[in-house]
């Protein structure tokens, strides 16, 4: 099983740009997919959940209103659309995979998750 997340690059404050993790090995339709992200000295923290064949979970509130996330069922591939980036925006984004049983948190916690993508950079400049 391996999620790839790709898409993080730097950008000026203001600007968007698309993450997408893309699962091979498993089916996105029997998990809850999740972004999460590490900024410079912070703890990783969840952002948003996405499950059930697209539907939408869960935004934290640091990014709701700025960032859509979003599923391609036939390519098993999770987006997440970030706009209106700002300098605190920047971090490592990771994906990750939550299996079905059991109850789900929100925030997401990460020792729920059962596979975790290997993370992708987003540099957001002043």
């Known amino acids: 099983v391996q999620l790839q997340a790709s898409g993080g690059g730097l950008v000026q404050a203001g600007g968007s740009l698309t993450l997408s993790c893309t699962g091979f090995?498993?089916?996105?339709?029997?998990?809850?997919i999740g972004w999460f992200r590490q900024a410079p000295g912070k703890e990783r923290e969840g952002i948003s959940c996405i499950r059930d064949g697209g539907e939408v979970m869960w935004y934290s509130d640091s990014v709701r209103g700025r960032l859509v996330i979003s599923s391609e069922n036939a390519k098993n591939t999770v987006y997440l659309q970030m706009k209106s980036l700002k300098p605190e925006d920047t971090a490592v984004y990771y994906c990750?995979?939550?299996?079905?049983?059991?109850?789900?948190?929100?925030?997401?916690?990460?020792?729920?998750?059962?596979?975790w993508g290997q993370g992708t950079l987003v540099t957001v400049s002043s």
């Open positions: 090995g498993l089916s996105f339709d029997d998990y809850e």
């Open positions: 990750a995979a939550r299996g079905s049983s059991g109850t789900y948190y929100y925030p997401p916690r990460e020792y729920d998750q059962n596979f």
